[in-house]
């Protein structure tokens, strides 16, 4: 059985992401082949300083587009980087390395080669400078995908928020009843095709006890008409609920998604409960790209510390 490769951008090149790719392909056996996008400078130099000895195979980034390559268990495309130490602090000055990684994943993803990205975490105050909210939408604008929605994902339970990485001051006014049935939508059209099941989801409201004070209730006005229209789309949704209730236990094992109206509202109680075993999707996009649930973390770089759980899972979810 053929299986597609699994295209990964190192992301940030002063991150603890690399550490833990290292460690995972030691210890662990994938069917499919990966072929990783990084510096094959800072590869080396952070193996030699962590003393990881890794077999990969360098792939020419324009070779891979000419004719059907056959691909080993760990493949390399390089992209120059001018640092010359392995480890240093995060600026804006890998901001172009980092585009260039994006744009060869984005091309073999084009190209049909693979239709599986894993991305390494990226700071978004650097390298995204105000123009994108997160790399979910960095993404879908590269692919010109209008309808997409950012999945923390666990195979208990996975949470989705309408908004992302907003500032709350601006939550109420990024929520309305199109983006949560668009959202919705294609989440529900993930499940059935990805998981071949009719996903069970539950729907929080953005108001303490989905009540308010103030004169414009959303909760009345944007959320509950927006699950009654879907529930008229035989998707299997309710709400809207009490956020502080919802992730109980009796509650929360009703649904296999939870749906927030801001960040932190369903991120927080995820991570809490499930730490680092959980990964970021994003849905809607031409392809299937998954994120470690963490970021650089460069204050434990070459430190040998660093929980590989989350990029374990992303791969694992990929490796089919």
Not at 201 to 206: F, H, Q, Y
Request: aromatic fraction near 10%; glycine fraction near 4%.
């Amino acid at each position: 059985m053929k299986f597609n490769p699994i295209v990964i951008v190192a992301g940030e090149p002063n991150s603890v992401f690399l550490e833990i790719f290292f460690k995972i392909f030691k210890k662990n056996k994938f069917k499919s082949p990966i072929i990783l996008i990084c510096s094959k400078n800072i590869f080396f130099k952070q193996s030699k300083v962590l003393k990881e000895k890794i077999k990969i195979r360098e792939l020419d980034k324009e070779q891979i587009f000419k004719k059907k390559t056959k691909f080993h268990k760990l493949n390399l495309i390089n992209v120059d980087y001018d640092q010359n130490k392995a480890f240093q602090k995060i600026s804006s000055k890998s901001n172009k390395y980092i585009k260039n990684c994006f744009d060869i994943a984005l091309k073999i993803l084009k190209k049909k080669i693979s239709n599986k990205l894993i991305n390494g975490p990226i700071s978004k105050e650097k390298f995204l400078r105000n123009k994108y909210i997160g790399i979910t939408e960095y993404l879908a604008e590269k692919t010109n995908t209008k309808n997409f929605a950012m999945v923390i994902y666990n195979k208990n339970l996975s949470v989705t928020p309408i908004t992302t990485h907003e500032p709350l001051k601006y939550v109420s006014m990024k929520i309305n009843k199109t983006k949560i049935i668009d959202k919705i939508k294609v989440i529900n059209k993930f499940w059935k095709q990805h998981f071949k099941i009719k996903a069970k989801i539950g729907v929080t409201g953005l108001n303490p006890h989905c009540e308010s004070i103030d004169e414009v209730n959303e909760d009345k006005k944007i959320i509950l008409p927006a699950i009654k229209k879907l529930k008229k789309m035989k998707i299997n949704i309710s709400g809207p609920f009490a956020a502080d209730t919802i992730f109980t236990k009796s509650n929360r094992d009703k649904f296999d998604i939870i749906v927030g109206m801001y960040h932190d509202q369903v991120l927080t109680p995820i991570k809490t409960l499930f730490e680092y075993n959980a990964i970021n999707l994003t849905v809607g996009l031409p392809f299937i790209r998954v994120s470690p649930d963490h970021g650089p973390n460069e204050s434990m770089l070459g430190k040998k510390k660093s929980d590989i759980t989350s990029l374990l899972n992303s791969i694992k979810f990929l490796d089919n």
